[in-house]
Structures are given as C-alpha cells and as structure tokens.
C-alpha cells in the first residue's frame, strides 16, 4: 500500500459520511421498528392503499410528462440540428433550458400561479375573452393535475439539453450514403437515424422519468396540503411523525423511492452503454 | 417529406428553415407564456385594473428594506454555500481526481460510479438520512446555514465530475507530470503550477455548474430549516407574491447570464487553448450544462 493512498483517505471520509450514511440510513430506517430492532412491518408498509396511490400517482404523472416532454423535446432538438454549435441559437437554447430546468424548481410555481392560477394571465383571457372557465370543476392547479404541465415545463428542457448530443452524432455521411444508394429521407429516417437514435431517445426518458420521479421543489411550493405523489408524502412523514400511525415512514417511503430509480437508472445506464456504439 | 435530404448548415438531415422556424416558434411561444404572465402579473395596478411599473419601482428603490431584506439574507446564505461548496469540488474531488488519474488508474471506474451515484439518489431521499447526520453535525460544529454545503458537495458531484473529467480525458496528466517531476518540481508545484492550469477550464466549468445548482437548491434547506435563496422566495411569496415573483424573474434572468457564461467556458476554442501545450487538442469538451444528470427541480 503506496504512501499516496492517504491522499485518496479524505475524498472517501467525506463520500462515507454524507453519501453512503445518509443513503443507508434513509434505507435501513424502513427496516427498524420505533425501539430500533430489525423488523418487516414498516416495509409492509409499502403496501397500504395510502402509499400504494401516492406511488401509483407519482409514477403515472412521471411517466405522462416525461412521454410528453420526450417527444416535444426531441422535435425541437431536431428544429436545432441545421444551426452553428457554436452559435447564438445554440447558446441560447442551451442556457434557457439549463436555468428551467436546473434553476426552476419553486419558481415554476409561481410562474404557473401567475399563469393559470385564479387570478392568472390565460385563466383570466380565457374566461373575458371566450367565456371558458378551466376551473368549471373545481381549481385543480393545487392537486395532481396541476402538476402535469409546470412538470412538462421543466421536462422539455431537459430532453432538449439530453438528447441533443446524441442527435448532433448524426453523421451527415450517413445521409448522404443513404441518398447515394438511392434512398429517400423517409428511409433514412426510418431506416438508419431512429434506429441509431431509438437507445439514446429511450435513455432520455428514463432520465426525464427519474427526473420528475424524484423532483421535489416545484410540487412542494404548488401543493402546500396534502401528500399527493410518494416526494409531498416524505414531507409529511418527515414532518409529522403520526402519518398513517406509523414511525419511521419516511424511511419507507425513501427505500421504495430508491428501488424504482434502481430499476429505471440501471435501464438508464444499460441504454447509454448501447447508445455509445455510435457516437464515438 | 418527400425529395431528397437537404443541406442546412452542412448537415445533410437538418430540417429546411420553414420546419425549424415552425417547431421553434411554436415550442417557443408556448413556453414564454409562464414567463410573460409573470411579467403581466408583476405590472398589474391593483384592483383598479391597468398596468403600470410601481411595483417594480418601488423594489429597486426601496433597495434593502422591507419584503426585499430576508431575501438579501438568504442570497447572502445561498452564495455563501456555492462558494463553500466550490471549496469542496476544489479540496477534496480535483486532487482526488488527479490522485487516481495519475497513481491508482485501476480505481477510475469505482472513482466514477461514486460520483454519478447522486444522480440516483433523490434530494428527497438523501434529506430522510441527512437529517440525523445533520443533528450529530450540528452538535459538534453549531448549526450554521454553512454546514449545508456539506451536503451540497454531495449533490453537486456528478456534475462537476463530468466536467472536470472531460477535461481531463484531454490532458496528457501523466507526461506531464512526469516532466514535471523530471525537472525537478515537486508534488506541490506539480499540482498547482502545471495540473491546475491545464485544466483550468474544467475546473472552471465544474465550478460554475456547482454555483447554479447550489442557488437552485430548495429540498435539503427545506426540510432541514435551513434558509437559502429558493426557501426565502418561496415564504415571501406566502406574504407577498408580486415581490416574489419579480424577485423570481430577475434571479432566472441572472441565471440565465450565468449559464451562458458556462456555455461559452464549455466551448473549446477562445483563450484557454493556446495555453493548452500538451493536450489532445481534438476533443472537443462537451458543454457541461449539458451533463444528462437528473436535474430535480
């Protein structure tokens, strides 16, 4: 063991204590009953009817904008591949999508309050100007559908900073082999780019599907009551112990939260693995 | 689409300019509403009806008084925790990097799985075990705003790890140190006059990503009751939604400005290559705000 092992030492202290402690402690408190012994109860908890919907609704509102945001995002990706890099589109793009979709968070909140609150810009044209009323049934910007499109907001933006290398590695030989050989653009596109793209596009997803799995900002400034999708439901937890009469929830909640981004993020890596053939 | 494969820029499959302005125009209208009703939302008069710009105004006029004070505060807290932060990237993961780039190469790939594992791990799921590692933190050190940025290191790993790595991967580490050592430098100098500065730009990169995700962060402070800037604008919002949200605007506007800063640092050409005497010059860094990370807003 080479004296300049102790260097790599304070790195590794501090990934311990704040990464590997806090995870398995986030994880292993779904396993302790409230004196500390080992026990399956609190994971059982995973499947009372309350957790259940609030996972359920989680992983359909993930998976709706991330099918949404994929796609949107993918198209504008491709409105972008005839513009320089380099150039002041790009850059452009680029720097928006990252503060949405980095930066957002509580601000998108507002943005939609501002939007299609009560009080909102589109809320208020529409009612004055066509007569439609969007909260004829009752206000849903506070519960899950409200959600749906702040989500979006910060979904297309991601798949535009994701998904853009991959389709920038088209290469133009390819397309101009294709025309060559006689071929139309419907066959190169069918033919060679969304076979070529289709790892990359599915690995985007995955990541926007985690995304908002995982998000927590934006839903926690929108929705102040209530505990909505499995992240609102931490919050409880965290906050009042007494949520469905049973201690440590949070932990449980955490550790179903860490198996479904297990299970996406290894279909994430699997995908890139497969999608690096064809961009080196 | 029928015909064949036009040219556009040189790239064969680029859609024609009718397409593109069509996709972009329209994604782009859509998505400027939100931002345009928060701008129509900040110039209402009141209850009277009508637009005028006293809100905005008195904001910038009333300086660092009333609604506009915690929120000073706090940006003071928020950049107070990027620069920690940016001091974690600096001391502990840029030699640590170097480190294993140079002596334990066997160990790259370990290095890289701990770094990208945040990515994995939701703020949301990390907060559930921070909180008792914050409560032991916080009897030995105090329960300062700063002690976040221990946690932030965390989050902010994978990101500046891509961007420091991409860097990396374009620098000859090893020759030079080597040449370094040859000459008669010592590890010190090695590190601080010939490491460092050829992967400036990296390092700058990795820097910068971290400074715009610690001012976004809104999870952790959240549920440990720390204050930061997202915290402060969501409370004040509470009381005061016009001053939030024109505070709103100008923080995305200013981390727009930033990002663009990022971008041109990511972009490999201007100053930084002619100082870049050993390096595979062809590998073009990708833009680091263009890491594929979850982004959790």
Redesign the interface.
């Known amino acids: 063991m080479?004296a300049?092992?102790f260097?790599?030492l304070?790195?590794a202290v501090?990934?311990v204590?704040?990464?590997a402690?806090?995870?398995?402690?986030?994880?292993g408190?779904g396993f302790l009953d409230t004196d500390g012994g080992f026990t399956l109860d609190t994971v059982a908890t995973l499947g009372d009817p309350v957790v259940l919907t609030a996972f359920g609704s989680s992983i359909w509102l993930s998976a709706l904008t991330a099918v949404i945001g994929a796609v949107?995002g993918a198209?504008?990706c491709?409105?972008?591949?005839?513009?320089?890099p380099?150039g002041p589109l790009r850059?452009?793009v680029?720097?928006?999508s990252?503060?949405?979709?980095?930066?957002?968070?509580?601000?998108?909140a507002?943005?939609?309050?501002?939007?299609i609150g009560i009080q909102?810009?589109?809320t208020l044209v529409l009612q004055e100007r066509l007569g439609i009323d969007i909260f004829a049934d009752g206000v849903w910007l506070y519960e899950l559908p409200g959600l749906v499109l702040p989500y979006i907001?910060?979904q297309?933006p991601?798949m535009v900073?994701?998904f853009?290398?991959a389709l920038a590695s088209?290469k133009?030989t390819w397309?101009?082999a294709?025309?060559t050989l006689g071929g139309?653009?419907?066959s190169?596109?069918l033919r060679i780019?969304v076979p070529v793209l289709a790892p990359s596009f599915l690995g985007?997803l995955l990541?926007l599907f985690?995304?908002a799995?995982?998000?927590?900002?934006?839903a926690?400034?929108l929705i102040s009551q209530g505990a909505q999708i499995v992240?609102l439901q931490?919050?409880s937890a965290?906050t009042s112990e007494t949520m469905l009469g049973r201690e440590n929830l949070?932990?449980t909640?955490?550790l179903g939260?860490?198996l479904v981004?297990?299970v996406v993020?290894t279909g994430y890596s699997r995908l890139q693995a497969r999608a690096a053939r064809w961009q080196r | 689409?029928?015909?064949?494969?036009r040219?556009?820029?040189?790239?064969?499959?680029?859609?024609g300019?009718p397409?593109?302005t069509l996709?972009?125009g329209l994604?782009g209208g859509i998505?400027a509403?939100?931002?345009?009703?928060?701008v129509?939302?900040t110039l209402r008069r009141g209850l009277a009806g009508g637009y005028d710009v006293h809100r905005w105004t008195e904001l910038l006029q009333g300086g660092l008084t009333g609604e506009c004070r915690p929120v000073l505060v706090a940006l003071g807290n928020s950049v107070g925790l990027a620069v920690g932060t940016v001091l974690?990237v600096l001391?502990?993961?840029v030699?640590?990097m170097l480190?294993?780039h140079i002596?334990?190469p066997r160990?790259r790939r370990v290095l890289e799985i701990?770094c990208i594992?945040?990515?994995?791990?939701?703020?949301?799921?990390?907060?559930?075990?921070?909180?008792?590692?914050f409560s032991v933190v916080a009897r030995v050190f105090g329960s300062g705003v700063w002690s976040l940025a221990?946690?932030y290191?965390?989050t902010v790993?994978p990101f500046a790890y891509r961007a420091i790595q991409s860097n990396l991967d374009g620098v000859d580490v090893r020759t030079l140190t080597e040449a370094a050592r040859t000459l008669g430098a010592g590890w010190g100098s090695v590190l601080l006059r010939v490491l460092v500065p050829n992967l400036r730009r990296g390092i700058l990169a990795g820097a910068f990503i971290a400074v715009?995700?610690v001012?976004?962060e809104?999870?952790i402070a959240?549920?440990l009751n720390r204050v930061n800037l997202?915290?402060a604008?969501?409370v004040v919002?509470k009381n005061d939604?016009y001053t939030?949200?024109i505070l709103?605007l100008i923080?995305?506007f200013v981390?727009?400005l930033l990002?663009?800063v990022?971008?041109?640092l990511g972009?490999p050409?201007g100053t930084s290559r002619r100082r870049r005497p050993i390096s595979r010059a062809a590998s073009p860094t990708?833009?680091p705000?263009?890491t594929?990370t979850?982004?959790?807003?």
Do not use: C, K
């Open positions: 080479p300049a092992a260097g790599l304070p790195f501090y990934v204590l704040f990464l402690v806090p995870t398995l402690i986030a994880v408190t949107v198209l504008v491709y409105a972008l591949l005839g513009a320089a380099d850059s452009t680029d720097s928006l990252s503060v949405i979709a980095q930066f957002g968070g509580a601000m998108l507002f943005a939609f309050t501002a939007t909102g810009m589109v907001y910060f297309v991601l900073i994701t853009m290398p088209l133009s397309a101009e294709n025309a139309t653009t419907s190169y596109w780019a985007s990541l985690a995304n799995f995982s998000s927590y900002a934006t926690a400034t992240p931490i919050r965290l949070a932990g909640l955490a939260m860490i981004m297990a993020m | 689409m029928s015909g064949g494969l040219s556009v820029g040189g790239v064969a499959h680029a859609p300019r397409a593109r996709i972009l994604v998505f509403v939100p931002i345009l009703a928060m129509e939302f974690i001391v502990l993961l030699p640590t480190l294993v002596r334990f160990l701990v594992l945040p990515i994995s791990i939701p703020a949301i799921v990390l907060v559930v075990g921070l909180a008792p590692v221990l946690a290191g965390i790993l715009a995700v001012l976004g809104f999870t959240s549920l997202q915290t604008l969501v919002g939604p939030a949200v709103s923080a995305l981390a727009f990002l663009l990022i971008g041109r972009a050409r990708p833009s705000t263009a594929p979850g982004a959790r807003p």
